[in-house]
Structure formats: structure tokens, C-alpha cells
């Protein structure tokens, strides 16, 4: 599967963004799927999953209460909703596809993703 991310910008803390990543081909619905995000001088960390269905979902303690992941696999699409930004959510935030287990061992390990986007940069001002 082939992944596209948009959807980054420039944002006063605070603010809100809502991050997309667009799928190709027919099996996005049997892919579960994951937001990772690298800031500079920093290794690529986990951010959000979600599971195939949409029916589960798993987030990191630095985001969670404040992201949203959902899908729409009609669309072949995926969402991260950022609300309540800090500067500390600077980086570039990468979708990826993996076929793995839903597990939380491997839903928020790097290696279980076999497809990636590009990134998206998200920078939030203080």
C-alpha cells in the first residue's frame, strides 16, 4: 500500500490541526494504521494506532486526551486530529500501514510497519 500524508502546518500553541493520509489499492481496510513523528535531533517515535476496523485504537501517554486517530476505509483515508498543540508537538508526522497483530507490542514499534508516507511537518509556535 502506498501512503500519501497532508494536512501540516504552522500552528500557535493551543491550536488545532488535523493531519490525513490517503491510501492506494483495495486493501487499505485490512492494513491497521499508525502515526509516528521524528523532531530534529530526535528518533522517529509512536504516536497513534488504529486497527483495521476502526473498533480499537492506541495512543502514547505524551498525546493522548489531546489526538484523535480514526479511519474511513470507503475512503481509504486515515486521520490524526491534534487539538490543545504544544511546542513539543514540533515534527514531521509520518503515517505507516502495518499487516502485524493488534498487539501493543508491535502496533507502536517501528519495525512492525512494512509502508510509509512521506511526513507532514507540524510546527507550533509558543
Known amino acids: 500500500v502506498q501512503l500519501q500524508a497532508s494536512g501540516g502546518g504552522l500552528v500557535q500553541a493551543g491550536g488545532s490541526l488535523r493531519l490525513s493520509c490517503a491510501a492506494s489499492?483495495?486493501?487499505?481496510?485490512?492494513?491497521?494504521m499508525g502515526w509516528f513523528r521524528q523532531a530534529p535531533g530526535k528518533e522517529r517515535e509512536f504516536v497513534a494506532a488504529?486497527?483495521?476496523?476502526?473498533?480499537?485504537?492506541y495512543y502514547a501517554d505524551s498525546v493522548k486526551g489531546r489526538f484523535t486517530i480514526s479511519r474511513d476505509n470507503a475512503k481509504n483515508t486515515v486521520f490524526l486530529q491534534m487539538n490543545k498543540l504544544k511546542p513539543e508537538d514540533t515534527a514531521v508526522y509520518y503515517c505507516?500501514?502495518?499487516?502485524?497483530?493488534?498487539?501493543?507490542?508491535?502496533?507502536?514499534?517501528?519495525?512492525?510497519?512494512?509502508?510509509w508516507g512521506q511526513g507532514t511537518q507540524v510546527t507550533v509556535s509558543s
Open positions: 505507516a500501514a502495518t499487516s502485524a497483530q493488534w498487539t501493543v507490542a508491535a502496533i507502536h514499534t517501528l519495525r512492525s510497519y512494512g509502508s
Open positions: 488504529i486497527s483495521w476496523s476502526g473498533g480499537s485504537t
Open positions: 489499492g483495495r486493501t487499505f481496510s485490512s492494513y491497521s
